[in-house]
């Protein structure tokens, strides 16, 4: 399992005190000249948008950072234990490396003009949303967010959810634009996406809502999904990750999450119902037979194949 590499990319870039991505890409060019890495599939993995097909990558960021640890062990490592490694290997500052932001292409236009600025909307979230896989029709997810700004205008986004008794965290940089913020994360192998859009709110940005949209993930065909979410802020304590599961969404359920989290929230029943409406008990899909459905009536159109005539069909009877 691949584990946070966009952020492992931000923080080696910022331990060697390289200023661009065009700098990281000749670091491994320099580590291995004939390096999977260029300029733009580096471009890609930075925003999270994709991961590594050749395994031999992790291996140049090893010798890249200086370490003797293998090419599986970057990829499966956690964040904690990645940047220990690159302080130990490099003798950086831990100060430089708690938000990598370097290599940003440019600083976001729009987070300048935030209330308070996009400080005001780092911390950690318990998300909830309904449940994608038709193994789990009916029960809501509860996942977790944790936003962190960076020196240079950048917020980033780590998305988690727990699926088949493991957490998988996703993390990639938030776009704000107008209104609204955006980002698309990834599971670790890099081929399930899924796109979040949220409302952008004022101080002291208690609550996220929008909507996310992508595959089902656990289900036997491909299932494009999307759905309503929202994420309350909440204390960020390791429960937060503990906690992330499936449930029934009964009366009360919701706000007893919540408390148990750290937060009591006065109208407690108000928001539990509100919330239980806002993201309803499914998800809209379309299916393999809508697709056949559609295709059934207009293939033929596109394909100029005429159809059988009245008497060809009795010939052919």
Known sequence: ??????????????????????ELCARFRSANPTTQCDLDRLNKWVQGRSLPRA???????????????????????????????LIARTGVD??????????????????????GGIATLAGAFAAYSPAWSPLFHGRLVRGALRLAAGRGGILMATYTESFLGRNVHMTTEV???????????????????AFISLQLPGPPASVLCGVMSGVAF????????????????????????????FFDPAPGTITT?????????????????????????????????????????????????????????????
Request: charged content about 20%.
């Open 94 to 115: 831990p100060a430089t490396l708690v938000i990598p932001d370097r290599l940003s292409p440019r600083p976001n236009p729009r987070a300048a003009g935030l209330l």
């Open 218 to 245: 656990i289900s036997h065909e491909p299932l494009p999904s999307a759905s309503r979410i929202v994420f309350v802020r909440v204390p960020d304590t390791p429960a937060l990750d503990t906690s992330n599961r």
């Open 1 to 22: 399992m691949v584990v946070a590499f966009a952020t492992k990319l931000r923080l080696a870039a910022a331990a060697l005190g390289c200023n661009s991505r065009k």
């Open 175 to 193: 776009w704000i634009g107008g209104r609204t913020m955006h980002f698309l994360v990834r599971d670790p192998d890099g081929d399930m996406p």
């Open 257 to 317: 999450d919540l408390a148990d989290l750290g937060v009591n929230v006065v109208e407690a029943g108000r928001l539990d119902a509100f919330t239980r409406s806002f993201v309803g008990t499914g998800p809209e899909q379309v299916t393999t037979q809508d697709q056949a459905t559609f295709a059934s009536m207009l293939d033929r159109e596109h394909l100029d194949i005429a159809a059988p005539t009245v008497n060809q069909t009795r010939h052919t009877s």
């Open 55 to 85: 395994s031999s990558v992790y291996a140049d960021l090893a010798a890249v950072i200086g370490t003797a640890k293998s090419g599986q062990w970057i990829a499966d490592c956690s964040l904690q234990q990645f940047t220990a490694e």
